[in-house]
């Protein structure tokens, strides 16, 4: 689904920028599979390096459309200390907010990366190497917040920018990518909104790469598939190209924003699922030993995980009764698909209480007294990373 947000957002940037139809752009984002198989065959490092600079640019084009719209500091942080919302589909868009800054797949991505840094298995160069992968991942998801804060910003500045037209205003009640595109255009200007699409197009292509990425890991690792690099990327981006071509060509771009913000929904409900196994994981003394989670950490991230789980149950739960009440269908198909989605909801909290209460005391901990005997193996799968 991630892919899927990339691919869209990778077409309507080609569309800002050199007015091309959505469902072309769509086609043309499958040719940057050639350009990522290009720069993986110099080493995972290489390709970081490229991730760094695409994020670099999406920073660098909102911070500039900051100092043009100027939006109120007071407001940002009355904001950000008093959240609110507010409008109709406006719980939706936080929850697609939340799938769409951690991305579940992304705590796959960031576990496997560890492979790559040739760590000595002695107890304080891992615990030295888990301190710095925690550096390393914060700053990312410091910067990804950023990013995900200027863009709120940028959008609520120009919606309530005095030189709105009529037509801009009525815009602002739905706004997507599309459309705020335009309103920058209108507002601040061609040269502004062509920033908008530079940084729209490395948003794409960076979360393309990261999601394809991750996807090796999880074939890999979960799977134990093991393709040729090139078979690889154009099976995870023909998953992707194949759904958001149909839904450009049929629903247009109003079409396109929604199965931007479902994809992202999705993403928030397949938060537990990928987010309570890492946290049994790296609770588990049996699998950590000595680098286990403290009592404090665990404390505080089954916390967080039950607050995700808690804010999906509910959204479903409130989607659901709002369906019902509102749906013109018969009343005999209302009661069978609201028994359907009933099922669906308890089994998705049955699956997530299982993965929570679920044990596991396989000792795989490696001793340090035994590191150097596998000290071989370890520099074979270092290779093995980064070769592919």
């Given at each position: 689904m991630n892919l899927a947000f990339a691919v869209i957002g990778t077409a309507y940037a080609l569309n800002l920028l050199f007015q091309l139809q959505l469902w072309v752009g769509v086609i043309l984002t499958g040719f940057s599979t050639l350009f990522f198989l290009a720069v993986q065959q110099f080493g995972v490092r290489k390709l970081e390096f490229l991730i760094f600079l695409l994020v670099f640019t999406i920073a660098s084009?909102?911070?500039?459309?900051?100092?043009?719209?100027?939006?109120?500091?007071?407001?940002?942080?009355?904001?950000?200390?008093?959240?609110?919302?507010?409008?109709?589909g406006a719980f939706g868009i936080a929850i697609s907010l939340m799938g769409a800054m951690v991305m579940p797949h992304n705590l796959y991505l960031h576990s496997a990366l560890v492979l790559t840094r040739r760590t000595p298995r002695t107890f304080q160069d891992v615990k030295d190497g888990c301190r710095y992968n925690f550096i390393e991942t914060s700053f990312a998801l410091l910067v990804s917040f950023v990013i995900n804060l200027s863009v709120v910003c940028v959008s609520g500045a120009a919606c309530h920018s005095?030189?709105?037209?009529?037509?801009?205003?009525?815009?602002?009640?739905?706004?997507?990518?599309?459309?705020?595109?335009?309103?920058?255009?209108?507002?601040?200007?061609?040269?502004?909104?062509?920033?908008?699409?530079?940084?729209?197009?490395a948003s794409g292509q960076s979360s393309t790469i990261t999601g394809t990425y991750a996807g090796q890991y999880v074939m890999q690792g979960f799977l134990d598939l093991r393709f040729a690099p090139w078979i690889r990327n154009m099976i995870t981006r023909c998953v992707a190209i194949?759904?958001?071509?149909?839904?450009?060509?049929?629903?247009?771009?109003?079409?396109?924003?929604?199965?931007?913000?479902?994809?992202?929904?999705?993403?928030s409900f397949e938060l537990p699922f990928a987010l309570l196994p890492l946290l049994k994981f790296t609770s588990n003394r049996f699998k950590m030993g000595a680098h286990a989670n403290?009592?404090?950490?665990?404390?505080?991230?089954?916390?967080?995980?039950?607050?995700?789980?808690?804010?999906?149950i509910f959204y479903l739960c409130n989607w659901c009764v709002h369906w019902i009440r509102t749906t013109t269908l018969p009343r005999p198909v209302v009661v069978i698909l609201g028994i359907l989605g009933s099922i669906v909801i308890l089994a998705y909290l049955g699956f997530t209480c299982y993965l929570a209460v679920r044990t596991e005391r396989t000792q795989t901990y490696i001793l340090p007294d035994m590191a150097e005997s596998i000290g071989i193996a370890d520099e074979r799968i270092n290779l093995e990373v980064e070769m592919s």
């Open positions: 084009c909102f911070f500039v459309e900051l100092h043009y719209v100027k939006p109120s500091s007071k407001e940002i942080f009355h904001g950000l200390l008093v959240p609110r919302l507010r409008g109709q005095e030189a709105l037209s009529p037509e801009d205003q009525n815009n602002c009640k739905e706004l997507d990518l599309n459309h705020a595109s335009f309103l920058l255009r209108n507002v601040l200007g061609k040269w502004n909104s062509t920033l908008y699409g530079i940084a729209l197009l194949i759904p958001s071509l149909v839904v450009s060509l049929i629903g247009g771009s109003r079409g396109a924003g929604k199965l931007i913000i479902g994809s992202s929904m999705i993403l403290s009592a404090k950490i665990r404390g505080l991230a089954w916390l967080t995980g039950l607050f995700i789980l808690l804010v999906n």
